[in-house]
């Protein structure tokens, strides 16, 4: 993710849970099935891979952008390439993942329904973690403040954004139905990182979660 | 013609004996055991030199193969016994390195054609009793890796923890995994690619050419003529040592400053900085490497090509390989650029293989692989940790 590799430190990433871990890594990571295959995209320095390689006993594999980060995830034994999420995912073969994760990155791809279909291709489920642009701390910032918001979660100017394909809750739903991915459960969470564990109508999610995840697969 | 410069420091009779009589170990293959070549023919009886560092366990799951590359010789982290410099990767190889010979068995044998002790054409025919010369059979790559093969088998060797080299050691790194992938836990093919573009032909081809046009190689039997194509190596040399530079490198070491002078002399003296600066490269090349070897050894590299084995189809060279791979490229490198170890990766991914590649920022191009680089060595020590804990070797 290329939001993690600058130091900001977001809340998100100060949200730790009691083993140390990013509290959002942990809800992807219980979404894995133990001693699965997976790939990372957006791999970042490698924190999600070793989480899941240690707490999940996984097979995991990644893919990102920035060389510092490659570099840096090779060094601690990680079998991390360095690729683009839209155009090298193409490489692939069909289902040679268990599961596909992509975290905090799709909101900077130049082409999401390209990643998210080659995504199902190459992993039997995918994993996707995103902010959410639907929640009220957002909506008001354009409503009353008129400009382009900027919150602990995302803290860069509009200038200076790798982030380039914003997407609220409803309309990433919007895109599974769109290229035919099943929902097969989903998480939203505050801006702490913490899940938002009731029942709600999506509406809901989409004004009070900060960040969502979703656990999608095939529908055939 | 290149004049002065190519001062005779060492004794040449002294490179020619290491030929056959290397110093450092050698297994002799006797007419019973073969290493049966590429081009048809059985090659016995032969020889392999090599160099050990470090200890075997008990498990015997702690040797590591290292491949040199075109120049190179088993001499990897061990003073040289003909030019007396250190050894080709010191900085890589040696105690407390990222290739650690406190922890591992370390493996370096001198390739198959070559000139420090392993048969090749400046060894004695036992036909003959004179240096094989031209009548040495041309060997490939996966000649190299045979012999290497039959080395392991005598040193009791089943499986190795990692195979690492660059350049043409990158070669011999890919093919080792193509041939014996059972025999290869983790590979480290580094500044390398799976076959030698027209561009790599091109430059070799104008190195032997250099060789073969100086009237001293007499078709390859200087030996028998008491010559030595000494200026035409050395020309060879200067040529393929500007491709493992890159022009960022050379334009910062070099630029266009003079030589010792204030003014040009408006000769052909080595008037620039660059010009006397390659004259160095080769006249101290050819002190200790035999120019028929260097002819076979750069065909070996342009026949190399991983695909052609497998009907053009790169990814069937690694269908379901078991080894873990650390491909690395260099940013400045253009001799085997970034683009090919991309293409290794992606046929590595197509066949499932576990694979971390790693693109080095460096402007000291080709050769970036043998110099001071530390994250090179941080991403060899890393991937190698990582190896090295699911094999069980321990600390």
Known sequence: ML???????????????????????????????????????????????????????????????????????????????????????????????????????????????????????????????????????????????????RTDNLPYAWWDSPNIHFCTIKDFRQLCHVVGAKMEKAVALNAWGRALRFNAPWWFWNLLGEQAVFLLSRRN | MIEAGLGVALDPAERE??????????????????????????????????????????????????????????HVANLHPVTHKPGWWETMVGPGRAIDTERYFVICPNVLGACMGTTGPASSNPVTGMPWGLDFPMITIRDMVRAQAMLLDHLGIASLFTIAGGSMGGMQVLQWCASYPQRVFSALPIATSTRHSAQNIAFHEVGRQAVMADPEWRHGRYFADGTNPRRGLAVARMGNHITYLSDAALHRKFGRRFQDRENPTFSFDADFQVESYLRHQGSSFVERFDANSYLYLTRAMDYFDLAADCDGVLAKAFKDTPTRFCVISFTSDWLFPTSESRATVHALNAGGARVSFAEIVTDKGHDAFLLDEPELFAIVRGFLEGAARTRGLDR
């Open chain 2, 17 to 74: 004996r290491e030929a056959d009589f290397p110093r450092s170990l050698v297994v002799r293959f006797g007419i019973d055991r073969p290493l049966r070549l590429d081009a048809g023919i059985d090659l016995a009886p032969f020889q392999i030199a090599y160099q050990t560092y470090g200890t075997l366990n008990a498990a015997r799951s702690n040797a590591v193969l290292i491949c040199h590359a075109l120049t190179g010789d088993q």
């Open chain 1, 3 to 149: 939001s993690r590799i600058r130091h900001d430190l977001t809340m998100a990433e100060a949200a730790r849970g009691p083993g140390g871990a990013r509290v959002d890594l942990l809800l992807v990571a219980e979404m894995v099935a133990p001693g699965a295959k997976v790939l990372d995209v957006g791999c970042g320095d490698g924190e999600l891979l070793r989480l899941l390689a240690e707490s999940r006993g996984v097979d995991g594999r990644g893919i990102e952008l920035s060389r510092e980060g490659v570099n840096e995830c090779v060094a601690k034994g990680l079998a991390v390439i360095q690729g683009d999420a839209d155009t090298d995912l193409s490489d692939y073969p069909n289902d040679a993942f268990d599961y596909v994760i992509l975290s905090q990155t799709l909101q900077a791809t130049r082409h999401p329904r390209i990643v998210i279909e080659h995504m199902l291709r190459i992993g039997r489920h995918g994993i996707v973690s995103f902010p959410n642009f639907g929640h009220w701390g957002i909506r008001l910032q354009l409503l009353l403040g008129g400009h382009m918001p």
